[in-house]
């Protein structure tokens, strides 16, 4: 339960727990490029100072610009530095480390009014984010126009909703997305469509 740290040196792991702000489940770990660690539990986020070794924790108030949720799923550093949060809620959040305040950025159609769904974030070289949700399939964001498009289940499209786990960007731009049911999906952006690696029962190496 909780965080571990790992010294290389001395070879010996240092345990983050409930006393020091970190949930025990964690879902996310992400190492920013100024040597911060934001930690994603269920008791909301967590940003580990490496000068004071210490953790700062963000957890929803009352406060305006405050984090929306508790349950943090995806944390990513974006190319131009700020860091967007996904949370089980449905709206995004981009934090802003100069007066620890977080933005909103809605990107559901008001129609689908959910909460409670886990979320996972890329960002391609082109600036686009992409956002994986068993809710909605995959969605392209565009960070500036917060224009969107979504790429659901069906013919020439996802071969399953199933879309919990991970999502990353190939060196040729394309989208490698893992699911449960569907093996891996693979969106190619430029052509806007899908190829699939999934299990052959008849091979023996598939």
């Known amino acids: ?47 580990w100072d490496p000068g004071t070794k210490t953790f700062t924790i963000h957890q929803p108030s009352d406060q305006e610009n405050s984090l929306n ?3 943090i799923s995806d ?9 967007m949060i996904a949370t089980w809620e449905r709206d995004l959040q981009v934090y802003h480390p100069a007066d620890n305040s977080f933005h909103t950025i ?11 769904y886990r979320k996972r974030l890329v960002q391609d070289r082109d ?10 399939g995959l969605c392209r964001l565009d960070p500036i126009t917060l224009k ?20 990353v960007v190939s060196p040729e731009g394309n989208i490698w997305l893992t699911t449960e049911q569907g ?19 008849e091979e023996e190496r598939s």
């Not at 010294?7 to 770990?29: D, L, M, P, V």
């Not at 490029?33 to 008791?43: D, I």
């Not at 969107?148 to 999502?167: A, E, H, I, S, V």
């Open 69 to 71: 949720s508790f349950l």
């Open 183 to 201: 093996g891996i999906n693979i969106f190619d952006p430029k052509k806007e469509t899908f190829e699939y690696i999934t299990h052959q029962e």
């Open 106 to 116: 809605t990107y559901l159609p008001e129609n689908r009014n959910v909460v409670n």
């Open 1 to 47: 339960n909780g965080l571990n740290r790992f010294n290389r040196e001395t070879h010996r792991f240092t345990r983050f727990a409930e006393e020091s702000g970190i949930g025990n489940q964690i879902y996310k770990i992400t190492a920013l490029k100024n040597g911060q660690v934001f930690v994603g539990s269920n008791n909301g986020l967590g940003i």
């Open 75 to 83: 944390i990513l550093e974006m190319n131009d530095g700020e860091i």
């Open 127 to 136: 600036g686009t984010i992409w956002i994986s949700a068993q809710i909605h």
């Open 148 to 167: 969107t498009k979504f790429f659901y289940q069906g013919p020439n499209g996802l071969n399953t909703d199933k879309l919990n786990g991970d999502m």
